[in-house]
């Protein structure tokens, strides 16, 4: 994660479209880690494993993040693997974890 603060222009990348959530008091929202794209910087959060080993080995990277109280959240609809695979790329199926191979870059997940 990366902390930005201060005045100014902020410049970041997403894939899909950037929905905005509101997290009301006493609200708990539960993201997929690939997902989260921005919170409010006074946002109590904290990222967790989901699932147990099964759904880590078959299901990728098994965290989430836990966001409470007031925040507010954009997150995207996609993240760069299902994009990839949504524009139909070929890639080689080799892959370690979140990460596999597109024309010949190693991408990480």
């Not at 199926?93 to 024309?103: D, V």
């Amino acid at each position: 994660m990366l902390k930005a603060t201060g005045e100014g222009k902020v410049f970041c990348n997403a894939y899909g479209g950037i929905i905005k959530k509101e997290v009301l008091p006493g609200e708990l929202f539960v993201l997929d880690n690939y997902h989260l794209v921005t919170l409010s910087i006074d946002s109590d959060y904290q990222i967790t494993k989901f699932g147990g080993l099964k759904n880590t080995i078959l299901g990728g990277e098994g965290l989430v993040t836990k966001i409470s109280d007031p925040a507010n959240v954009y997150f995207q609809t996609k993240n760069l693997k299902e994009l990839v695979d949504l524009l139909g790329v070929k890639h080689n199926q080799e892959t370690q974890g979140n990460n596999f191979n597109i024309g010949g870059f190693k991408v990480g997940m």
